[in-house]
């Protein structure tokens, strides 16, 4: 189980960089069902830039600006049906893409990134043997293992340190819990 040390969190919720990450994440998030993300230059933009994708290529991004428009208000969306669609793409496993476009759809469910699943939650996946049935049980290992840290001593005094530097900002307990994760990465 994870451990952060209070005085380790602290630090990062001073961090300037923080409170840029979480000015364009509420950008993102509070423009996702008000526009047409798709043909929205000023959000895709954005969301490149915040979630690294332009490495992607223009194709791959403007595919899967198009899949997430039309899965946006699905009702009970999940991790193996925006994976399948992503895969379709480029043929690609692109499970922290997949995990990207379902935390912007539905908050509660953690950014899967491999260093952090890794470093912090000690689950790992052998992309030379991955596959779409490994990947989706490795997604749902983590989801199980993401909601038990925060439901933790830690994760709670986390959300609570979080919560007390920046009041009025009004996000998933499990975005502020991935913030500092990521900003812990080993």
């Not at 919720?13 to 998030?29: A, S, V």
């Not at 049906?81 to 997949?98: D, L, R």
Request: aromatic share 16%.
């Amino acid at each position: 189980m994870i451990n952060i040390s209070e005085n380790i969190i602290l630090e990062i919720l001073e961090k300037p960089i923080l409170t840029k990450g979480i000015e364009k994440y509420n950008f993102l998030q509070n423009n996702l069902y008000n526009t047409d993300i798709s043909i929205n230059e000023e959000y895709k933009k954005t969301y490149k830039n915040f979630y690294k994708m332009s490495r992607r290529g223009h194709i791959f991004c403007e595919k899967y600006f198009l899949i997430m428009e039309k899965l946006k208000n699905s009702k009970n969306i999940n991790f193996e049906t925006i994976f399948e669609e992503v895969y379709k793409i480029k043929n690609t496993n692109e499970i922290s893409f997949t995990s990207k476009m379902l935390h912007s759809i539905n908050p509660k469910y953690p950014i899967w990134d491999s260093i952090v699943t890794k470093s912090h939650f000690k689950i790992y996946v052998p992309y030379y043997k991955a596959n779409k049935k490994l990947l989706c049980e490795k997604y749902s290992e983590y989801l199980l293992q993401f909601e038990e840290y925060k439901s933790s001593n830690n994760g709670k005094t986390l959300i609570k340190l979080f919560n007390e530097k920046f009041p009025n900002i009004y996000i998933s307990d499990t975005k502020k819990i991935d913030f500092i994760l990521w900003q812990t990465r080993l």
